[in-house]
């Protein structure tokens, strides 16, 4: 057992970090939930993707590379603590590439990817319905087969990013007649630009449009925007979902990043004795955080399947985050109050770590049920 | 970089697990608790020639060591069977004794088994800055009446002597008055020395064979012990060491046999923390109430998630602070595994319920070590201080 760095790690990391001094912006972009943030952040993926910084563990053919998990966790460290900004692209990155990798075609791969990987075209995630949140087989939204493609209807909601985004992927329902929820379900892409889509931004507690409502009044999408064989869209999405609360959706190196800077922050307020042990516990945390997804990842790369424990780690870092946030706002005193700055706009985002990603509730039944073995109860 | 225990390791946790099932632990902890050490030195025997005391001695002096990841490993079996005796301190005086002549002809007995040691913790030294308003706590009314303290039996502070007021693992502020131990379950004051006030209390100076101060000159082997104090943990018998005794070695590796402390204490408290999720996970699938098993609801079951999710951050950090042997990383990990183990503990007397609050039940023998572990070889302040200094 080890934790030493391969010399070829170590020389990827300085090449990472001597780019990041170089390229990443000396004053923050602004909120990536308004347009112009929004377009700010693009630029920034442009300029990540011209020197294939954007999504390293990718194969080099779509825009990556080619280096793997380890290296994708020395790539975040250096990332986030370089400072570097949000990632706009992470829904379509996250969540639908690893889907792409492991059920599309390879014609999907070679024209939905690398533009991805430029921020050319961003990307939402449509899973959730106005009676659908964590129980997703209960969807209702529908797919109907006609001559070349299928035709959407019904509703979406929740949909992070779709304000501004370009284009959605999500599961709709393709056989009603199917004898279980679960089945019957197909996992498609769609351009958010199409006749018969209907954006409606919703505000979230801040009041910036960081997700949408989305109505589809038959919108059309060609057999080359269904991802996997239809009516198989539940157990291809679920490998997704894995991804998303499991390893790549928050890397360690951002929580390392962030309990250094609270940690500097509650240094530069002359060391408030009621915040200390919140602030060792935030640094604590970021370590238990980093070595627990090292373990993960050795696991992974030793071939095995990442299971039930993405829940755990969901559970974990959605609580981290907002108790990190929670410290730096109460470090800041009256200044708290405000909604500006990095600390006020990563609170807001924490607040829904609980809640999006399936919820923590449903994490801890997932953890009780199946890596403790507990019997099934009304939820 | 491969973050995972190897197949040898793993071996080693699975022959350690079934030696310790088979020796019902239980009934020797309990008998340890009542002062009759016979059945934990059969135990302490055969947890030697499986290995684990070697892991600490140096190859030069007839051990395996030192290996601290697979020390790790070892404690937190040790810690899910609660084996009882200073185990911890035996380990720590095999890295106190590997320098000097003199302390290292101790250590091939001590790899072998043949004798046990202890030796008391140093006096902390990395208390935060702290105002009043969060210094709750102190213990003051905790004193059981009508045991006022012996004084008979201290002498005061010996000219030179180290030791800090307040420097040990039983007695949170060192203002506040000392309870002393029921009669009944203290030994006879013969055979007992006079100690000094104040003086750090060592786990089990009444069984171990060889007993390690350390004062200004170095590592002493001290002459006898004070009093039995009792634990919150009945296994974890404590007592004064007394100053003075054979100086064994001028200058021992203190920071690094107590950093060892805390890394085996660390994984002693997680062994603790899984085998109270173990057996309340086996209890609320068992128990019914409404007619259904008490598993089945997700109030409960998320408690046990909960316990399950701060165990398995906690068992990393360990791992890594074995690896790198860093002192933050050591102090980061024992927090984590001590808070850890002790929600396991408040979630595994909850659900338990009444049955769980009964010394008869064996729960407690798991229950009673968590909390006590939480102050052993550094508090959860003194631990975050460390954290919070950083490198």
Redesign the interface.
């Known amino acids: 057992?080890?934790?030493?760095?391969?010399p070829g790690?170590e020389s990827f990391r300085a090449e990472a970090r001597a780019w990041l001094a170089a390229h990443v912006p000396r004053t923050p972009l602004p909120s990536l939930e308004t347009a112009a943030g929004f377009a700010a952040h693009r630029a920034w993926e442009a300029e990540l993707a011209a020197d294939r910084w954007s999504v390293v563990s990718w194969p080099a053919e779509v825009g990556g590379r080619d280096c793997g998990l380890?290296r994708w966790l020395v790539f975040e460290e250096e990332y986030w603590a370089a400072g570097a900004p949000g990632r706009v692209g992470q829904n379509g990155v996250s969540l639908l590439a690893p889907t792409l990798f492991d059920h599309g075609t390879p014609e999907q791969r070679s024209r939905v990817l690398p533009p991805m990987a430029r921020g050319e075209v961003v990307w939402a995630q449509a899973w959730s319905e106005p009676e659908a949140g964590s129980d997703l087989a209960s969807l209702r939204s529908r797919a109907v087969r006609v001559a070349g493609g299928w035709l959407l209807g019904g509703q979406k909601t929740w949909s992070s990013r779709a304000a501004f985004a370009d284009r959605a992927f999500g599961l709709f329902r393709s056989d009603p007649d199917a004898p279980r929820a679960h089945q019957g379900l197909t996992y498609l892409m769609f351009d958010l630009r199409a006749p018969g889509v209907t954006v409606r931004p919703i505000g979230r507690l801040d009041g910036k449009p960081a997700f949408a409502e989305l109505f589809l009044d038959d919108v059309f999408v060609p057999d080359e925007d269904v991802i996997g064989a239809p009516g198989e869209g539940w157990r291809i999405a679920m490998s997704a979902a894995g991804n998303e609360r499991g390893l790549t959706l928050r890397s360690p190196g951002r929580y390392l990043a962030a309990a250094d800077r609270l940690?500097a922050l509650w240094r530069r307020q002359g060391?408030p004795?009621?915040a200390?042990?919140r602030?060792?516990?935030a640094?604590?945390?970021a370590?238990?955080?980093h070595?627990?997804t090292?373990?993960a990842?050795?696991?992974f790369?030793?071939g095995a399947e990442l299971g039930a424990?993405s829940s755990?780690n969901k559970?974990?870092w959605s609580e981290y985050d907002l108790a990190l946030h929670e410290t730096a706002l109460e470090l800041l005193n009256e200044e708290g109050e405000l909604a500006e700055g990095a600390w006020a706009e990563g609170y807001v985002f924490a607040l829904a770590g609980p809640v999006y990603a399936g919820t923590n509730?449903i994490?801890?039944?997932i953890?009780?049920?199946r890596?403790?073995?507990?019997?099934?109860?009304?939820? | 970089?491969?973050?995972?225990?190897?197949a040898e390791?793993r071996a080693f946790t699975a022959s350690l697990d079934a030696m310790l099932t088979a020796a019902r632990t239980p009934a020797v902890i309990r008998s340890w608790s009542a002062g009759d050490h016979g059945a934990g030195r059969a135990l302490w025997s055969r947890l030697a020639d499986a290995g684990v005391f070697a892991l600490a001695v140096p190859e030069a002096d007839g051990g395996l060591g030192p290996r601290p990841?697979e020390l790790v490993v070892a404690f937190v079996e040790l810690g899910r069977h609660a084996v009882p005796g200073p185990l911890v301190e035996t380990v720590t005086a095999a890295t106190l004794l590997s320098t000097g002549d003199r302390a290292r002809e101790l250590l091939p007995a001590l790899a072998s088994g043949r004798t046990t040691a202890t030796v008391a913790p140093p006096a902390p030294t990395d208390a935060?800055?702290?105002?009043p308003?969060?210094d709750t706590g102190t213990g003051t009314d905790t004193a059981p009446a009508g045991h006022a303290p012996a004084p008979d039996l201290y002498t005061p502070a010996l000219e030179g002597n180290s030791s800090t007021p307040g420097a040990n693992s039983s007695t949170p502020d060192a203002n506040s008055p000392t309870p002393e131990a029921p009669e009944a379950n203290s030994p006879t004051p013969e055979g007992t020395l006079p100690v000094p006030e104040g003086t750090p209390l060592a786990l089990d100076g009444d069984a171990a064979s060889l007993r390690l101060v350390v004062d200004a000159e170095g590592l002493r082997l001290a002459p006898g012990h004070g009093p039995v104090r009792v634990s919150l943990d009945p296994a974890r018998r404590l007592t004064p060491l007394s100053p003075g005794g054979e100086l064994l070695t001028e200058r021992p590796p203190v920071e690094e046999a107590f950093a060892l402390a805390r890394l085996a204490t660390a994984a002693q408290a997680l062994g603790v923390g899984l085998a109270l999720?173990d057996r309340t996970?086996a209890h609320?699938?068992r128990r019914t109430q409404f007619g259904?098993?008490i598993?089945?609801?997700?109030a409960?079951?998320?408690r046990?998630?909960?316990a399950?999710?701060a165990l398995?951050?906690?068992r990393?950090?360990l791992?890594?602070a074995a690896?790198?042997r860093d002192p933050v990383?050591i102090a980061?990990a024992k927090?984590?595994a001590c808070e850890a183990a002790y929600g396991t503990a408040k979630a595994a007397l909850q659900l338990h319920g009444a049955i769980g609050y009964t010394a008869e039940y064996d729960l407690s023998l798991w229950l009673t070590k968590a909390i006590a572990l939480r102050s052993a070889w550094g508090t959860?302040?003194e631990c975050?201080?460390v954290?919070?200094r950083?490198r």
Do not use: N, W
């Open positions: 057992m080890d934790l030493t760095p391969s790690d380890g940690a060391c004795a009621y200390h042990d602030v060792a516990d640094l604590i945390g370590r238990a955080y070595l627990f090292q373990e990842a050795s696991r790369l030793a424990e755990m559970v974990f509730e994490q801890r039944d953890v009780a049920e890596l403790l073995g507990l019997p099934k109860g009304r939820r | 970089m491969r973050f995972l225990l190897d390791q990841v935060p800055t702290i105002t308003d969060d999720l996970v609320v699938r259904v098993p598993g089945s609801f997700q409960v079951k998320h046990l998630a909960d399950k999710i398995e951050f906690a990393p950090l791992l890594g690896l790198t990383d980061a927090v984590s959860p302040r975050r201080a954290v919070v950083g």
